[in-house]
């Protein structure tokens, strides 16, 4: 199992330019999350899918973000008009469900580092 | 509202000392808590350490412990002996049972053991 794959891992853009980051989640989970990690506001929610349906993007900056999860097996996040402070790490985790009960554990990828000069 | 708050960082213990990381919670919009403790170890991805769902149980893996207490709304994570390998980043983590809600991350606690 290769675990949750992001890609690019690191990505440098100028301001303005458009921004595509990547998740592959595990296979055979039903659901993907995206957050952002700065150090000035941790680690934050964005957006989550679950069998491929939006369900949630209330930590979506509502201008120049934007979720995508076309297929099982991936999802992406595009940020349109990059600025620097949109500089961050970016998090997909997924998931799939225990039991009947209690919170999917979420799995983490190792993160896209978006650097916007 | 929902929230985590955890002891602040850098944390500095020496090798075989005990180790415990304050973790409380504000769960006004969640019925059954569940919660998580996560590792980032230095060049790895954010993993799971452990998890308990049920108030009042404790969870452990690779000798650190939390017990969930939903009297005092906590969720302290402690070792007896700590090893240099345990210097990480550390955070504490709410979610419900409600199955795929996003989880709600503290600050995270930077962890350094000296040999």
């Known amino acids: 199992n290769a675990g949750v794959i992001q890609t690019p891992r690191h990505k440098v853009t100028g301001k303005g330019q458009e921004a595509t980051l990547w998740c592959e989640p595990i296979?055979?989970?039903?659901?993907v999350f995206w957050y952002r990690q700065t150090i000035v506001q941790g680690l934050e929610f964005l957006t989550y899918?679950?069998?491929?349906?939006?369900?949630?993007d209330s930590g979506m900056p509502k201008e120049r973000f934007s979720a995508q999860m076309p297929n099982q097996s991936h999802s992406t996040l595009k940020i349109q008009s990059t600025q620097p402070q949109d500089s961050a790490v970016y998090l997909c985790?997924?998931?799939?469900?225990?039991?009947?009960?209690?919170?999917?554990?979420?799995?983490f990828g190792p993160g896209t580092r978006l650097l916007v000069l | 509202g929902d929230s985590v708050t955890q002891t602040e960082g850098p944390v500095t213990v020496s090798e075989s000392e005990s180790l415990i990381i304050n973790c409380t919670y504000s769960?006004?919009?969640?019925?059954?808590?569940?919660l998580f403790w996560y590792v980032r170890y230095p060049g790895e991805g954010l993993q799971l350490l452990l998890k308990?769902?049920?108030?009042?149980q404790k969870g452990s893996s690779r000798g650190f412990e939390a017990t969930y207490n939903k009297e005092t709304t906590s969720f302290h994570l402690q070792k007896a002996s700590v090893q240099e390998s345990d210097s990480a980043v550390y955070y504490c983590?709410?979610?419900?049972?409600?199955?795929?809600?996003?989880?709600?991350f503290g600050t995270g606690t930077t962890v350094s053991v000296s040999p």
């Open positions: 985790a997924s998931s799939s469900r225990q039991g009947r009960t209690g919170q999917d554990t979420q799995y």
């Open positions: 296979s055979g989970h039903s659901a």
């Open positions: 769960a006004t919009s969640i019925a059954y808590p569940n």
């Open positions: 983590a709410l979610g419900d049972d409600q199955g795929g809600r996003a989880l709600i």
């Open positions: 899918f679950r069998n491929q349906a939006p369900i949630d």
């Open positions: 308990v769902i049920t108030a009042g």
